[in-house]
């Protein structure tokens, strides 16, 4: 592959400021789209009964990220980044309009949510890349796991907000509220993209009759990765982590549904967001290790999977819940210092490219886990912790219980297990352990310095 000539960076990073603002807009509009689609996750079980609609509904949300990745990485490294995003945010926020009237009107249907769920995923594929990529334009290089976090922290506050309002409102009958609430949110994440200015990275050096086109970049991250085999191992192993992670997260509603209520379920997503957010105050105060943060990557995942144990374990909120708190205490811990390598590593005019194709592969193994997981639970899992089920005279049906949702419990305890063995193995491969001294920076020293 021809070396990359590259230019100066059009403008250092300002520091935190414009950071915050767009942070702070893009929490807004997770609470807003977080409302509706839990109202669609209640709605989608309580019209089936089942678990493998409720996982179809997550794969409709991940495929088309998979699929259009390295177009999205393209694009954002070819146009403007705020232009994209904002772009992106209007036509979510359609889709959420026409998803709020299907609601009000009584006219869901379940391939709606699926429709729903397909296009709201093509927008964000698109807004994820100008997002993420804009990130190390806004901050100090030795700034950018504590950005991570605070990014993360984000999600975390969404998870504890939306859930709880949202039980509270459906189980109200508020829907009028949920509409509401979602409309002001989105129209705050507008006004805060307008009135910031995002730096964008000079574009490479290229004679007229080599320019690249949008086919040739799309496959430069493949390129850009194959090279650097640290980094492809290691988004390897993200893909297996994902897979397990969402074959059993992706049941959270049915399993807390086969005990309890929507007023349960958003219990049980609060305290995972609380997780999230316990994990990433404490990640974004602490600024995360200065070294050997592969070793955090890997060791804090593997912390991770105990959650999966402690939630599976019985039918009951407390233990669901307690669950996902640690599961979800130690992500900020992996994703900070993970994000801060990939940052450190890939040059900011082609992080586009490489993060989207980061994200096609270390995804795409979800689908399959969204397909499967809904599947197996109807048919085998939880058939088999039935009463008279195969399991159920055995050691696993005494210690994990018999009855409705325990099969999806024991899919919970086999995520953890497999999420730890995966851990180990990673860590015992030397280009992935060995990255951060193998693989030299490609962030200028520019973002090295002390802004404000």
């Not at 801060?340 to 900011?348: E, G, L």
Request: aromatic share 10%.
């Amino acid at each position: 592959m021809k070396p990359i000539e590259k230019k100066a960076i059009s403008e250092p990073p300002r520091g935190m400021r414009t950071f915050f603002i767009i942070w702070l807009g893009q929490l807004g509009s997770m609470i807003g789209s977080g409302l509706i689609g839990f109202a669609l996750a209640v709605w989608i079980f309580e019209k089936t009964g089942m678990a493998t609609p409720f996982a179809l509904t997550g794969l409709f949300a991940i495929l088309p990220r998979v699929l259009l990745s390295p177009l999205a990485g393209a694009v954002s490294d070819r146009w403007n980044r705020k232009k994209i995003m904002l772009i992106s945010d209007s036509l979510s926020g359609v889709i959420t309009l026409a998803t709020a009237i299907l609601l009000l009107t009584g006219r869901m249907e379940v391939w709606a949510v699926y429709l729903i769920s397909f296009l709201g995923s093509v927008f964000a594929a698109f807004q994820q890349p100008a997002y993420t990529a804009s990130i190390v334009m806004l901050v100090p290089k030795d700034q950018l796991s504590r950005a991570n976090s605070i990014t993360q922290m984000g999600q975390a506050i969404e998870s504890i907000l939306t859930p709880l309002l949202a039980g509270i409102l459906v189980t109200a009958g508020g829907m009028q509220a949920i509409i509401l609430i979602d409309v002001v949110t989105y129209l705050f994440a507008l006004f805060t993209l307008v009135i910031v200015h995002i730096p964008q990275p000079e574009r490479q050096t290229e004679e007229p009759q080599d320019r690249l086109s949008v086919y040739k970049d799309m496959i430069f991250g493949w390129q850009y990765l194959a090279e650097r085999k640290g980094l492809l191992g290691l988004i390897v192993y993200f893909a297996l982590v994902n897979f397990m992670a969402n074959f059993s997260t992706a049941l959270i509603g049915p399993l807390v549904l086969s005990f309890g209520t929507a007023t349960h379920f958003g219990t049980a997503q609060t305290l995972s967001g609380l997780g999230m957010l316990a994990g990433s105050l404490v990640m974004s105060i602490w600024g995360g290790p200065k070294k050997n943060l592969i070793r955090a990557v890997i060791g804090f995942i593997a912390l991770a999977s105990v959650g999966f144990w402690v939630a599976g374990w019985r039918s009951s909120l407390i233990f669901v819940s307690a669950g996902l708190f640690i599961l979800m205490f130690f992500i900020p811990f992996s994703t900070g210092p993970s994000s801060a390598i990939f940052a450190k590593k890939v040059a900011p005019e082609v992080q586009g490219r490489v993060f989207s194709t980061r994200s096609m592969i270390s995804l795409s193994m979800m689908p399959l886990a969204y397909l499967t997981s809904g599947v197996l639970a109807d048919r085998v899992f939880n058939p088999w912790l039935e009463e008279g089920g195969v399991l159920a005279g055995s050691f696993i049906g005494r210690w994990l219980g018999v009855g409705n949702g325990r099969g999806i419990g024991l899919m919970f305890i086999c995520s953890g297990i497999l999420l730890m063995a995966a851990s180990g193995i990673a860590y015992a491969k030397p280009q992935i352990r060995q990255m951060e001294t193998e693989i030299p920076d490609a962030v200028p020293d520019l973002y090295d310095e002390k802004l404000t």
